[in-house]
């Protein structure tokens, strides 16, 4: 039998980042949150924290960190379906691209918080085509995410399009692209990347090209600072769409090529176990999109 005070010290850990951090959220000393993780290392013979700024669960954590989050689920969901009034707060770990993060998604948090106070969450930003590795190792219980495929156990939901468009200043294009977007331009023009994950510059330019990008690339991790970097003519890069359509109109920025629009599919997949605790959860993402044409128009 799984002594679940030792999970909860665990789980603290791993959602805060660091022992000290753990043991102020739980309301206990340093010492007995270490004294907790090392009897459950011991029950279970293998080590299952790497210690570390933060703290990151090993394989065999992982392992543990999803049987946790599967408990606590599947306990709301008892205490849901008796009817049973319960305060106890219930943390959902979830992984979601940047751009949604800065558009969309947490307007459909907020809609969910309104029948659910005692939910919180703790989101985890990640590039789109990556961020389901967090939902296969379990450290996750749902994903925004551009993988259509089920991932095994989980349940996959479209959310539509969501659209991007290449975009620049207007001295930018002057300087860089006066006779258009070649791949001699290409090659010159600084562009813009969010992060070491992020192809969107380079999926965007081969299909505009026909060349992949050799550019040399300003790394800016925001999407607001994106833009703004955009504007002030530091590079070229691709900005969601409805975030940029009011700067284009006003000519702070134009879109590049032939066809600056690129659209990328999302899709809501959350682990199957908890799939009936957060069906109200994947409501509200659904109805965020449904209520516009696509993800795209968000």
């Known amino acids: 039998m799984l002594d679940y005070t030792l999970l909860t010290a ?18 206990l000393t340093q010492s007995a949150i270490s004294q907790r993780i ?3 290392e011991e029950r279970f013979g293998s080590t299952l924290i790497i210690r570390g700024q933060p703290a990151q669960p090993t394989s ?5 960190l999803r049987h946790v ?20 707060p219930t943390t959902l ?6 751009d949604s993060l800065a558009s969309w998604f947490l307007v459909a948090l907020a809609d969910f918080t309104q029948d659910h106070p005692n939910i919180y969450f703790d989101l985890i930003t990640d590039d789109q085509d990556h961020s389901a590795e967090w939902l296969k190792s379990g450290e996750v ?15 996959c939901t479209s959310l539509g399009n969501f659209r991007y468009i290449a975009t620049a200043s207007p001295a930018f294009v002057s300087r860089y692209f006066p006779n258009g ?15 070491t994950k992020d192809q969107l510059q380079n999926q965007w330019a081969q299909r505009e090209s026909g060349a992949s990008l050799k550019a040399q690339h300003h790394v800016v991790p925001s999407t607001q600072g994106f833009i703004d970097a955009a504007k002030l003519g530091l590079g070229w890069g691709m900005n969601p769409a409805h975030l940029v359509e009011p700067l284009i109109r006003s000519g702070e920025l134009v879109g590049l090529g032939q066809n600056p629009q690129f659209d990328i599919p999302l899709y809501w997949q959350c682990n199957r176990i908890t799939a009936k605790t957060l069906a109200p959860l994947t409501k509200a993402v659904r109805n965020v999109t449904k209520d516009q044409k696509s993800a795209a128009s968000l």
Not at 60 to 64: E, H, N, P
Not at 93 to 98: E, Q, S, T
Not at 187 to 193: C, F, M, T
């Open 60 to 64: 065999s954590g992982k392992t543990l």
């Open 38 to 40: 090392k009897l459950l």
């Open 10 to 27: 665990f789980a603290a850990v791993i959602r805060h980042g660091s022992f000290d951090a753990a043991a102020s959220a739980l309301g």
């Open 141 to 155: 219980v749902a994903a925004v995410t551009a993988i259509a495929r089920p991932i095994s156990g989980c349940d």
């Open 181 to 195: 977007v070649t791949i001699a331009a290409l090659s010159q023009a600084p562009a813009l990347q969010y992060d």
């Open 69 to 88: 989050q599967e408990v606590q689920m599947l306990e709301r969901a008892l205490t849901d379906d008796l009817g049973i009034a319960t305060d106890a």
């Open 93 to 98: 770990r979830i992984a979601v691209n940047a």
